[in-house]
């Protein structure tokens, strides 16, 4: 409980970095992965053993920031928590990871989001069932107590999804790309990517650039692939190289993923 409750006392000093050195913060969601590693996806009202399982710390936002702490990149996470003993392990597993998390806006009620996620081993799939509790969002005012010239890179839901692209009834990256450009305003850079098919993105030229996915010899976990190729994308660009170089770092370390279990060995 110690986290939690000297969380909710007036937030510490923004620790600041190494003199010239900005780091990159990521808004958005935690939750708890409960992860269960099946041989195959079972059939509907069916007992069966499982390979493994384990807690891991998920959520969107707080995925990109492991991976961009394995690239080596100082991040910050912007979410809110719930002082009991699933907040409790993920803020350790931030520690962990070195991922700061002075932003953490710990709420007095409401409980932590919990995901249930299979992934079968015989075909790398993950199938998530997430429960969205009753844990308050992070506020305006919360965001106002942030220091921004700390920071050269803020990260809130930026990317288009497959998800996205489909439910807006797009069939490619190319064709989401187009369809959607007229809702951003100009100058924007778009990225989409499309899992096998690799990722593709327009930047503020217009000029379409393409990606091939780099899928592994084996493909094992495909859990938080979607995750790591946007932090991977935003570790380049934040380091100023070209969107075609960004998106081909994005598919290459997204596809390392794919191929071990959790996160550690993509670098």
């Known amino acids: 409980m110690a986290a939690g409750a000297a969380a ?12 010239g050195e900005k780091r990159i913060l990521c808004v958005g969601l935690v939750c708890l992965d409960i992860i269960t ?27 990109s920031c492991t991976v961009l702490a394995l690239l080596g990149a100082p991040c910050a996470f912007m979410g809110s928590l719930a002082p009991r003993h699933a907040g409790d ?7 962990r990871r070195g991922v700061d998390v002075t932003h953490v806006a710990w709420q007095p009620h409401g ?26 969002d992070v506020t305006a005012r919360d965001f ?13 839901e930026v990317f288009i999804s497959k998800d996205l692209a489909r439910h807006f009834g797009y069939r490619s990256a190319p064709e989401a790309l187009r369809g959607l450009r007229g809702r951003v305003q100009p100058g ?12 593709d993105a327009v930047g503020p030229d217009g000029e379409l650039v393409h990606s091939d996915a780099f899928p592994p010899e084996t493909l ?27 998106l081909t770092f994005g598919c290459q370390i997204a596809g390392r993923k794919c191929g071990i279990q959790g996160f550690d060995g993509i670098v």
């Open 37 to 63: 590693v099946v041989p195959a996806y079972p059939a509907e009202d069916t007992d069966t053993r499982c390979v493994s399982q384990r807690w891991q710390r998920g959520g969107n936002a707080s995925n």
């Open 188 to 199: 924007a850079t778009l990225i989409c990517a499309w899992a096998e098919e690799g990722a």
């Open 111 to 136: 409980d932590v989001p919990c995901a249930c996620c299979i992934v079968s081993a015989a075909s790398g799939s993950r199938t998530i069932m997430l429960y969205d509790t009753n844990l308050p």
């Open 144 to 156: 106002e107590r942030v220091d921004l010239s700390q920071y050269k890179w803020i990260h809130w």
């Open 8 to 19: 909710r006392r007036d937030p510490d000093p923004e620790p600041v970095p190494a003199a």
């Open 220 to 246: 094992v976990d495909t859990l938080g692939a979607g995750d790591t190729f946007n932090a991977a994308v935003i570790f380049a660009l934040s380091a100023g190289r070209s969107l075609q170089d960004a």
């Open 89 to 95: 392990f993920i803020a350790a597993d931030f520690q």
